[in-house]
């Protein structure tokens, strides 16, 4: 910045003041402005920036004072502190110290594909590529892959399943009528028109689609064979200027940038151990209930957060499914979430709050858009297979109105839902069609939520309209009447809003720790629990729960005891009769919201065993038992109907107790109430 413009456009000679006075202030914005930097690297312009802000403090002072305006001056400290370099065009530099170019033409003298550690850039490459050409008799094709550039990002797909040999370096022959020579050209020259190639070096590369943080898609070459997952890639991108050079069988990677890697760096689990993980949780200050408010807040703005309150299990639950670890003996997979309920439960604002904890590029899938062939690899375009979105999520993804994607058609129901399965257990597949093949892999796990189409308002319509192999790897709930009761009665209070907020990355690192052991518990507990719901199943539901639930119940349970042993500091990771009971509790609210129709009929079902019932009694029934069984589960109506009263009105008393009589959860006898384990209390 010229310091001279600043005293020009100030414009002193126009102003209507005493000479004595413009000399005066025109000699203050000399000393005001000294110190600006005529560079326009970043820590000048922030400099400069600063003295313009003292500069528009002295402007106003004076302005108030002499009843004057400098318009055009102000106008441009606007533009400059307004304005930012999104992208720069810089001509790249195109030397190098010559000691270096000698040190690689005296280490390569034969046509290869080499690594430098060193930051070069494309110019400098073809630098290197001309250096080594020409300083040896045999006139060898070098290219150089350098640590230039870095992106982070994950594996979506194989552009080839194996590895192929790609042209990289190609010996022009030159001719004119005085002179012939050889001139080397590298992957992303353009060659010259009817290029008389007398020479070409080809390497041997895996070749990959790769989705970036920054939602950016490349054609990633690597010498090195890469999973299908998160990585770190260091390397150089080039712009492919010639694409008859590539070959027909790779001209996919035309569609991207393509980027070559120097090194790839998988995605490594911050913390190492026990030790780490609670030294950082405890830097966190993480407690159950930062925990649970954590989850269920919305970060609206700076030092703004709502937290978007929730039944405890429920958060408990959410929390589970960020922590568990994938369970399965051959290909472990995740459990994924399926949550059923009407238009205005708290769905998406729920959804939207984990969705800004996920570190996802890939913003909440709309349903009322989308249709299965965005979740799943596609083929619309030649030669360039789209992924699908289940695929390109690293950790989570979110689809809202999952009902409107996977339409309701008992024809085609298997085919479209079946598309999905390989995908949810995270299976390494192969996908194709006359457009194209990609091998592709999810290593995210799935929310979905949606509202219950016409004719699933139940777990046993749900399974008659889907197919159930597809139904059963979701761990699905309908939300019940408490939970939504309590959605709607937040809905009338005061919003909670809280300051505190862990960072997303801080948070990130807990979590695939969690994710990368497996906790301890009771395997035969587990199967106790299970069965012990099978006996409230219609055959076509058992079907659905038997093939997979038993594994969602495992990553529950893994994540239940991760939860609790986070938030307490216990390094055993070992399950307590807590989690045990913490367990049953949401697997019995879980099952309970599939029946929300049908609870009449298994509470007052007596081939059921009553304590199995009991985990179906809607939550007043239940604070009347409880309270029955604190009164010692013997005691007249009136006196129990008293000690009820604080709680809910005489209506609803009298319509529970009715309740727990049909089920003969409270027995009348010579005047009281009984209890039914009055005789085991005895």
Not at 297 to 309: M, T
Not at 425 to 431: F, I, S
Not at 661 to 666: E, K, L, T, V
Request: glycine fraction near 4%; proline fraction near 3%; hydrophobic fraction near 35%.
């Amino acid at each position: 910045m010229d310091k001279n413009i600043l005293i020009s456009l100030a414009g002193f000679k126009k102003l209507h003041l005493e000479e004595d006075l413009k000399i005066e202030l025109e000699g203050k914005l000399n000393k005001l402005i000294y110190r600006i930097n005529e560079l326009n690297t970043d820590e000048a312009i922030r400099e400069n920036i600063g003295t313009l802000e003292i500069v528009e403090e002295w402007i106003d002072k004076v302005s108030k004072k002499h009843d004057i305006g400098f318009p055009d001056l102000l106008a441009f400290i606007e533009g400059y502190k307004g304005s930012t370099t999104v992208y720069e065009s810089v001509k790249e530099k195109g030397t190098l110290p010559i000691a270096m170019l000698k040190s690689l033409a005296s280490r390569h003298s034969e046509n290869s594909v080499i690594k430098i550690n060193s930051r070069l850039n494309f110019t400098q490459i073809k630098l290197v590529t001309k250096e080594i050409f020409e300083e040896h008799d045999n006139q060898p094709l070098v290219f150089s892959i350098p640590r230039t550039q870095k992106i982070n990002g994950k594996v979506i797909g194989e552009i080839s399943q194996r590895k192929v040999k790609l042209p990289i370096a190609w010996k022009v022959k030159i001719k004119t009528k005085e002179d012939e020579y050889y001139i080397p050209y590298i992957f992303g020259e353009r060659l010259p028109p009817r290029a008389n190639i007398v020479d070409e070096v080809s390497g041997e590369f895996y070749l990959y689609r790769f989705l970036s943080k920054t939602n950016t898609e490349y054609a990633v070459i690597s010498t090195e064979e890469l999973r299908l997952d998160d990585y770190s890639l260091e390397g150089l991108s080039i712009d492919v200027e010639d694409v008859k050079i590539i070959g027909d069988a790779h001209k996919l990677i035309n569609k991207y940038a393509v980027f070559f890697v120097h090194t790839a760096t998988s995605h490594i689990i911050e913390l190492k151990d026990h030790d780490q993980l609670f030294k950082k949780v405890s830097k966190l200050k993480i407690t159950g209930n930062k925990l649970y408010q954590y989850i269920c807040s919305h970060h609206i703005e700076e030092n703004k957060v709502q937290v978007l309150e929730h039944p405890k299990w429920f958060v408990k639950l959410t929390s589970a499914f960020l922590f568990h670890r994938k369970k399965g003996k051959i290909c472990p997979y995740p459990m994924h979430l399926l949550w059923i309920a009407d238009r205005g439960t708290g769905k998406t604002t729920y959804m939207e709050s984990l969705h800004q904890k996920s570190g996802e590029v890939q913003e909440i899938i709309a349903g009322s858009t989308s249709t299965v062939k965005y979740l799943v690899p596609s083929f619309k375009e030649t030669n360039k297979p789209e992924m699908g979105a289940l695929a390109k999520a690293s950790r989570l993804v979110f689809v809202d109105e999952f009902f409107r994607i996977v339409r309701v058609n008992n024809k085609d129901k298997e085919d479209e839902c079946g598309r999905m399965n390989d995908l949810l257990e995270h299976k390494d597949r192969m996908a194709g069609s006359g457009q194209g093949r990609i091998r592709t892999s999810m290593t995210a796990r799935l929310l979905a939520s949606t509202n219950p189409i016409a004719g699933t308002n139940n777990i046993v319509n749900l399974v008659d309209k889907f197919d159930d192999a597809f139904l059963s790897r979701f761990l699905i709930y309908y939300q019940t009447d408490d939970h939504i009761k309590l959605i709607n009665q937040k809905k009338k209070e005061e919003d909670i809003f809280i300051k505190d907020w862990i960072p997303v990355n801080e948070f990130l690192s807990v979590q695939d720790y969690l994710q990368s052991f497996d906790a301890v518990y009771d395997f035969s507990r587990l199967v106790e629990t299970f069965d012990r719901f099978i006996s409230f199943l219609g055959e076509t539901v058992r079907g659905m729960y038997e093939a997979r639930y038993l594994h969602h119940m495992e990553c529950l349970m893994d994540g239940i005891i991760k939860t609790r042993c986070l938030t307490t500091r216990d390094k055993s990771f070992t399950a307590t009769e807590e989690d045990y009971q913490d367990l049953e509790l949401i697997w019995s609210i879980m099952i309970k919201g599939w029946f929300r129709q049908n609870i009449d009929e298994i509470l007052r079902n007596e081939s059921l065993p009553i304590e199995t019932r009991e985990k179906f009694l809607p939550e007043e029934a239940l604070f009347i038992l409880r309270k029955l069984a604190k009164l010692g589960y013997k005691v007249s109506p009136r006196e129990l109907k008293d000690n009820c009263k604080h709680e809910m009105n005489t209506n609803k008393i009298s319509f529970y107790m009715s309740l727990l009589h049909q089920g003969n959860f409270i027995i009348e006898r010579d005047g009281n109430l009984i209890h039914y384990q009055w005789e085991a209390s005895e």
